[in-house]
């Protein structure tokens, strides 16, 4: 059986880039009223799925409440988190101004949706009763929210992963989004690419649907207009 074609294989993914399984529960981060009051830190999760890192968590009073969250930085192992250290989960009215928080909801009582990527973080940069103003460190960006909205004090972990080298040039092109090297349609074989085959030009017409299959999706891609365009008198 022929090989995944290259255009289908970016196409469909590979393992490492895929989204997240809809049932997995990694990254459903609902804040429940207990973590409020405080958890223990049980293990690490690190999965290929997600670029942070994730904790398993369980309540201090009751052992059977248990959740998955994102993890910040300088965390460990067995850490009983309460009393405002890093990882507190708190509402935006109770902390500081310069406060550095992460995993922010944007409306009371949703998913957090703001400062999820590895190595994010949000300071408060000015407080009123109505809403507070957060500030992103990297690039400047401020947003407005509710002061009843939940966070967690601290810097999503995996901020230094971009530092871990590479050491093959061969891995530094695949990481790039654009291959350096390649080899024409024209020249491979009918089961590997649509345009192969033995036929002079690529055998078909170029143009493809923008809903086509992943393995069909190659040439101009919906394009607004095709064919030779004439000179003007």
Aim: net charge positive; hydrophobic share 30%.
């Amino acid at each position: 059986m022929a090989n995944r074609i290259l255009s289908q294989n970016r196409g469909k993914g590979v393992p490492k880039c895929l989204a997240k399984n809809k049932k997995s529960k990694i990254g459903e981060n609902h804040y429940e009223k207990w973590m409020e009051e405080g958890y223990k830190v049980n293990s690490f999760i690190n999965s290929g799925n997600h670029s942070g890192l994730f904790m398993k968590i369980s309540s201090l009073k009751d052992k059977t409440l248990n959740g998955i969250i994102l993890a910040p930085r300088d965390i460990r192992t067995g850490l009983e988190v309460k009393d405002g250290i890093i990882g507190t989960i708190t509402h935006l009215k109770d902390l500081g101004v310069s406060t550095e928080i992460m995993n922010i909801e944007f409306s009371p009582g949703s998913k957090s949706r703001i400062a999820r990527a590895a190595g994010t973080s949000f300071s408060i940069s000015s407080k009123t009763e109505k809403a507070i103003t957060l500030l992103s460190k990297k690039r400047n960006r401020k947003i407005i929210l509710d002061p009843n909205c939940r966070c967690m004090i601290g810097s999503v972990a995996g901020g230094d992963r971009k530092d871990i080298p590479l050491l093959r040039a061969g891995k530094k092109v695949n990481c790039s989004k654009k291959k350096a090297y390649g080899v024409s349609p024209n020249k491979m074989n009918a089961v590997d690419h649509p345009f192969g085959g033995n036929s002079a030009g690529c055998g078909r017409n170029k143009e493809i649907k923008r809903t086509a299959s992943p393995g069909m999706k190659v040439g101009n891609i919906a394009p607004s207009r095709s064919g030779i365009r004439k000179k003007k008198r």
